[in-house]
T-cell receptor
């Protein structure tokens, strides 16, 4: 049984560019949440998707957007990248928002 | 809104010694509590969770935690640590109501020394 998978593993972008990160949930899970983990800090909640809609959102600007597809996979898009967006981006899946299981993350570096 | 405080940023301990990682939370509503572990360059792995029932919760790898509502604490313990337990440990809280986001503490780096 595959767990949560994320792609790519690493990514390097320059300021002002746009990036798309992808997540496939654990089999049987219907909810995907995204978190940003800056170096040396705990993860911060970005948003959660359920039934292809954004159900909850954390304190992140509109530059951060997402999407959930009918097969429950999800994308995180970040526009107009800033140096401060450099972080590990974690995807977590769950069944209707219950206990969340995390993927390995995507390491984004903005130069 | 909830918040989580992990009182120790770093905890060094010798192999086979006991360890306690402290976590306190603040919330105006009932909560669920979680401990996750993060090994270097990896995602988060669920160690254990408290949803309801017995306040002593047992998890994987010999870890356990006790929910103390009066002290708003959820400390993680292990009676005898191994070198392989060296990792970052995160305490997290979630509202028991409709808000399903996790709020994390800043983490505790556990280093097990030989």
């Amino acid at each position: 049984d595959a767990g949560v998978t994320q792609s790519p593993t690493h990514l390097i972008k320059t300021r002002g560019q746009q990036v798309t990160l992808r997540c496939s949930p654990k089999s049987g899970h219907d909810t995907v949440s995204w978190y940003q983990q800056a170096l040396g800090q705990g993860p911060q909640f970005i948003f959660q998707y359920y039934e292809e809609e954004e159900r909850q959102r954390g304190n992140f600007p509109d530059r951060f957007s997402g999407h959930q597809f009918p097969n429950y996979s999800s994308e995180l898009n970040v526009n107009a990248l800033l140096l401060g967006d450099s972080a590990l981006y974690l995807c977590a899946s769950s069944l209707t928002g219950d206990t969340q299981y995390f993927g390995p993350g995507t390491r984004l570096t903005v130069l | 809104a909830q918040s989580v405080t992990q009182l120790d940023s770093q905890v060094p301990v010798f192999e086979e010694a006991p360890v306690e990682l402290r976590c306190n939370y603040s919330s105006s509503v009932s909560v669920y509590l979680f401990w996750y572990v993060q090994y270097p360059n990896q995602g988060l792995q669920l160690l254990l969770k408290y949803l309801s029932g017995s306040t002593l919760v047992k998890g994987i790898n010999g870890f356990e935690a006790e929910f103390n509502k009066s002290q708003t604490s959820f400390h993680l313990r292990k009676p005898s640590v191994h070198i392989s337990d060296t990792a970052e440990y995160f305490c997290a809280v979630r509202s028991a109501g409709s808000a399903r986001q996790l709020t994390f503490g800043s983490g505790t780096q556990l280093t097990v020394l030989p």
